[in-house]
């Protein structure tokens, strides 16, 4: 879970978020940056200078952007990750066999990261990419990943990030959300029908060596294709399996 820091450096706190509105953004302009921070033009010039010489920003026509040393650093972090590095076969596998839209997450803050996407023949193209962040309590993926987490830190969670409606389907009150994480860890996969997205529908099973939850696998699909008439047992089956095989390639190696 997030702390607050005792005595915050306000310029790495600038810093950051100038690095946060520029991927919001997409790139942006001094003058872009200004409209929608809390800063003057000088402050934002010498943060983004000195983001500049450190090699984490880039400028092309007037235009600062973040530069690919940030994909260094991530490509780091998730690297050490075993759910990433003995997942991402697994996850193409999984892929190729259902044509689907295969997702690899674990847990972090109380939101679920997203590691690694595999995508099959048919899979459909979604909001989310590798290193995005989402609530736990609406998606597949992530109650896969609750259920297995400790009453009070699931309590903690959504005391931080809340349970905010996304569709008619989304669980906001707690007493259905622990019904729902019950039922999960009975039939050990979890499902998302229209709870976030409407019009898709997703899969998941959690990824547990030795008991310990890591993370989860999942499978995204149009609600036509997937969930119209009840979740496929043999498709259910190979989300398990697949989440299974990571399980015990960690477990054993």
């Not at 999984?94 to 679920?112: C, F, I, K, R, Y």
């Not at 736990?136 to 009070?152: C, R």
């Not at 898709?200 to 030795?210: E, F, G, S, T, Y």
Request: aromatic share 6%; with cysteine; hydrophobic share 35%.
């Amino acid at each position: 879970m997030t702390t607050e820091a005792n005595h915050p450096v306000r310029t790495t706190e600038k810093s950051l978020h100038l690095i946060e509105k520029l991927r919001e953004l997409d790139g942006a302009r001094i003058h872009e940056l200004e409209d929608e921070l809390e800063m003057t033009k000088g402050a934002i010039h010498n943060h983004l200078s000195t983001l500049r010489t450190h090699g984490y920003v880039v400028k092309e026509d007037n235009e600062y952007r973040l530069s690919l040393k940030v994909l260094t650093l991530g490509g780091y972090v998730r690297s050490n990750y075993s759910i990433y590095q003995f997942g991402r076969p697994k996850a193409n596998k999984l892929a190729s066999d259902t044509g689907m839209l295969v997702n690899l997450a674990t847990e972090e803050n109380g939101q679920s990261v997203y590691l690694y996407q595999a995508r099959g023949e048919y899979a459909v193209n979604l909001d989310t990419q590798v290193g995005h962040r989402l609530r736990l309590h609406n998606i597949a993926i992530g109650k896969a990943i609750l259920a297995y987490l400790p009453a009070e830190r699931v309590e903690a969670i959504v005391d931080q990030w809340g349970l905010p409606k996304e569709t008619e389907n989304t669980i906001t009150d707690r007493e259905t959300l622990f019904e729902e994480l019950e039922s999960v860890r009975e039939q050990e996969f979890a499902t998302d029908l229209e709870e976030r997205t409407e019009g898709l529908c997703c899969i998941a099973a959690p990824i547990r060596p030795d008991n310990e939850i890591l993370g989860a696998i999942s499978i995204s699909a149009p609600t036509s294709r997937l969930g119209n008439q009840g979740f496929d047992d043999e498709l259910v089956g190979q989300v398990k399996s697949t989440a299974n095989e990571i399980a015990l390639d960690i477990k054993y190696v």
